[in-house]
């Protein structure tokens, strides 16, 4: 199977269910790398992770490539009646985000600016 064809169904089926077009293209350019390094449908996970492994940038970058291809994946299986590879396909990690916080003397200064 083609890959580029069953992209094209599965952003088709994203616009059928009335998904967001913003949502439509950022599955349209994850999915189009993949297709284009691709162009067979891989069915086992070793070339989906060699794939994933190609991608630079943040951990966050390469994370959203593997939810775009797990999403693609799950409506593929389905769709074809194919195993899903995404199953045997660990998550990249993402380092956890320590947010910043205020103490508790920053939020009063903060709280009384405000009311005044």
């Not at 284009?36 to 989906?48: F, H, N």
């Not at 389905?78 to 939020?107: F, G, H």
Request: hydrophobic share 35%; proline share 9%.
């Amino acid at each position: 199977m083609k890959t580029q064809k069953a992209v094209d169904e599965f952003l088709l089926s994203r616009q059928s269910r009335n998904l967001s077009p913003i949502t439509i293209t950022w599955y349209r350019d994850k999915l189009k790398l993949f297709a284009r390094a691709y162009p067979k449908l891989p069915k086992k996970p070793g070339p989906i992770e060699e794939y994933l492994a190609t991608i630079k940038g943040e951990p966050e970058t390469r994370h959203a490539q593997f939810r775009a291809l797990r999403a693609f994946y799950t409506f593929a299986s389905q769709r074809y009646d194919l195993r899903d590879p995404m199953t045997k396909v660990d998550p990249p990690r993402c380092p956890k985000k320590i947010m910043a916080t205020l103490e508790p003397v920053e939020m009063m200064r903060l709280l009384t600016s405000s009311s005044s």
